[in-house]
């Protein structure tokens, strides 16, 4: 009885079976039962995301497909339209591989003219794009992989942001391409298959001209191109669309900013069809904060299976919530999660993991400073040592090459420590590079500096960098900055020696702070050490006008270098000391208010020091350029450099005077004012 009633109770499961059995493939209807299913999967498997980043910083390094046009201006402006905080800086060698930007150095290749991985050290990037030639995905997938390899492994060692956002543009075929689908599909497995193997992500731009081959057809396909391969501007406006919607996770359709060379249905077009493609291949979380996970569920014969008969339920271990939709919202804790997807019917489930950073919780390299504060710093606590700390928010560097006189670098590849220690009597072949100074080897005040070769492939510029930042609540309007430049030895090279001060919001693009806050020596008539140091201090001090808001940064970067020309042979020592900032709150008065009174100033109140403050709303200047040349009245600096009274000699110094009317030291009745001289780099006037 009991083997009939089996029997029975199995032949009505198969009559249930086969009730619920596709004809055609065996596939059955009802998706009731467990091996219905053949698998869940999702994507991304592994990702990252830093937690309450306020802005992307992507660089590209690239060719000529993006370069045409300039595919990162474009999306810099779509970036501005979808109210994004976003800046795309590229790396161009026209017509190069990822190999070529890889080999062609670690440093500057000329002034101006930095190489890839200089660029990749310089900036905490949030994002990297790398562009391979046009078809070497398809045409050499090993040299493609291989290059792609070798820079996640440099940048993940070297880029100031080890957690860098690493991601391949997929390019497209030639337009000339006789199998255009064929060489598509190839060329986005064949970068698929790199990026999965390394953990990072793609943009898949190319997925958007095919989809327009299909729907729009070869006309339209045609007018993307500028020759064979080159992009027109609706195309780079395409490809900028698949970076936005990837980049930030959301729907560029709708966006009001397209270039004026096409047409808002153009745009219009272009937008759905790069939305469209973004959606072929997802592995990019959002920067605000989220990542929004895909699912796929595959029958056994290897259909996709609908969510409808397969609900999904979505959960994860910490670190934030998701949503029903498969969003994960981070709330910021660090940390590794894991990430689940089950289905509610028959009980699959796949898993992926999101790592968490938060640069809030990572101690910063900065001063902080706020309006009405100061800061002070004299090295004399980095010690006697040759490889001396520098304190924190200061960096050295020197710089290499033939032509890289006079030329500041960057604040993220520069070092933290010196590399020899120098006092007195410093011998003319005296090792170049970086110095921690002293008055003699067991000297506790310090300085921080060096010197200079003529050897070309050594140091050629000393750098020493400052990084502050503003972590009040209040704007500093402008600063007080004083320091100390001294000399530890002497230098016969005829162009004499220059230390200039220059100012960065970045810390990579840097702009002088002016003639008031540059010290220039002029030629030793030889290279020897002083038996007393520092042989000579020049005092610096004037006011900064660097406006510098709430959670702002400004870098500061000392450049020593020869004076002029590319010889920096017969060096003199250099040394930055004693550096003091005061912070405003309140911006300085440059003005004078008389109403209807007479106004008198006989300068008599700014004493007798060298370094006098001129009264208010009052400047001085000297002209490095030319003589009859009049300048700014922002530029110009609050002091003069020198006293000048009776018996001055036809060898006085040139500059910026406070004269008086007898001895120069001790004279009440002062003037202002100075000597100019026919010396390149000299005051001229």
């Not at 078809?135 to 792609?148: A, C, M």
Request: charged share 20%; with cysteine.
């Amino acid at each position: 009885m009991k083997l009939i009633t089996k029997l029975a109770l199995l032949f009505s499961l198969l009559l249930v079976f086969a009730a619920c059995t596709d004809d055609v493939d065996g596939i059955p209807t009802d998706s009731k039962y467990e091996y219905y299913l053949g698998s869940l999967s999702i994507t991304p498997a592994s990702d990252y995301l830093i937690y309450g980043l306020d802005e992307l910083r992507i660089l590209s390094l690239n060719n000529s497909l993006i370069e045409y046009n300039e595919m990162n201006v474009i999306f810099n402006q779509l970036a501005v339209s979808g109210g994004k905080n976003a800046v795309w800086e590229k790396q161009t060698r026209l017509g190069q591989s990822l190999q070529y930007h890889f080999d062609e150095g670690d440093d500057m290749i000329g002034p101006g003219d930095p190489s890839a991985k200089y660029i990749v050290r310089s900036k905490e990037w949030t994002h990297i794009i790398l562009q391979e030639q046009s078809g070497k995905p398809r045409t050499n997938f090993e040299g493609f992989r291989s290059s792609v390899k070798q820079w996640i492994e440099y940048i993940r060692e070297y880029c100031p942001n080890p957690d860098a956002k690493i991601l391949i543009m997929v390019n497209w075929p030639y337009d000339t391409s006789g199998n255009y689908d064929a060489d598509m599909q190839e060329m986005f497995e064949n970068t698929i298959k790199v990026a999965r193997e390394n953990g990072i992500g793609i943009i898949p731009a190319g997925n958007a001209y095919n989809i327009i081959n299909t729907e729009e057809g070869s006309a339209m396909r045609n007018a993307l191109y500028t020759d064979d391969r080159h992009p027109s501007v609706m195309a780079s406006y395409l490809s900028a669309c698949v970076f936005y919607n990837c980049l930030f996770n959301d729907n560029p359709e709708g966006l009001e900013y397209y270039p004026s060379d096409i047409t808002s249905s153009e745009a219009a077009l272009m937008q759905k069809r790069a939305h469209e493609a973004s959606k072929t291949y997802s592995s990019v979380s959002d920067y605000s904060g989220t990542v929004a996970y895909h699912y796929e569920l595959l029958a056994p014969n290897g259909d996709i299976l609908s969510a409808e008969d397969f609900p999904i339920i979505w959960s994860v271990d910490g670190g934030g919530t998701i949503d029903e939709d498969g969003v994960f919202y981070s709330d910021g804790t660090p940390g590794t999660y894991t990430v689940r997807a089950e289905t509610t019917i028959e009980n699959k489930e796949a898993t992926a993991s999101i790592r968490v950073i938060n640069p809030d919780a990572v101690e910063q390299e900065y001063v902080s400073l706020q309006a009405g504060g100061s800061y002070a710093q004299d090295f004399n606590a980095i010690g006697t040592g040759a490889e001396a700390i520098l304190p924190a928010g200061w960096r050295i560097e020197k710089m290499t090459g033939a032509t890289v006189q006079r030329t500041v670098g960057s604040f993220n590849n520069a070092g933290k420590t010196t590399e020899l220690e120098g006092g007195e009597n410093l011998a003319s072949n005296a090792t170049n590079g970086l110095y921690n100074f002293g008055a003699s080897a067991s000297s506790t005040d310090r300085a921080v500096g060096g010197i200079t070769t003529g050897d070309t492939e050594k140091t050629q510029g000393i750098n020493v960098y400052l990084h502050i930042k503003n972590n009040g609540s209040q704007t500093i309007p402008a600063m007080d900055l004083s320091f100390d430049i001294e000399k530890y030895r002497k230098g016969n090279n005829s162009a004499g020696f220059t230390a200039e001060l220059y100012c960065s919001t970045d810390g990579l693009n840097w702009t002088s702070a002016g003639d008031n806050f540059k010290v220039s020596f002029d030629s030793d008539s030889e290279t020897a050490g002083y038996d007393v140091v520092p042989g000579e201090i020049r005092s610096v001090s004037g006011i900064l006008a660097e406006s510098l808001s709430p959670g702002e940064s400004l870098y500061f970067a000392w450049n020593f270098s020869v004076t002029s020309g590319t010889t920096s042979s017969g060096a003199q020592a250099l040394a930055l000391d004693n550096v003091s900032i005061s912070a405003r709150s309140s911006a300085p008065v440059d003005y004078i208010e008389v109403g209807d009174a007479t106004y008198v100033q006989d300068f008599d109140a700014i004493g007798t020091s060298a370094e006098a403050t001129l009264p208010q709303g009052w400047r001085i200047e000297k002209r490095l350029d030319f003589p009859r040349v009049v300048g700014f009245f922002s530029f110009a600096g609050y002091h003069t450099e020198q006293q000048g009274g009776i018996n001055m000699s036809s060898s006085a110094k040139n500059g910026l005077y406070n004269f008086g009317a007898g001895d120069a030291a001790t004279a009440t009745d002062r003037a202002i004012g100075g000597v100019s001289t026919g010396v390149d780099d000299g005051t001229r006037g």
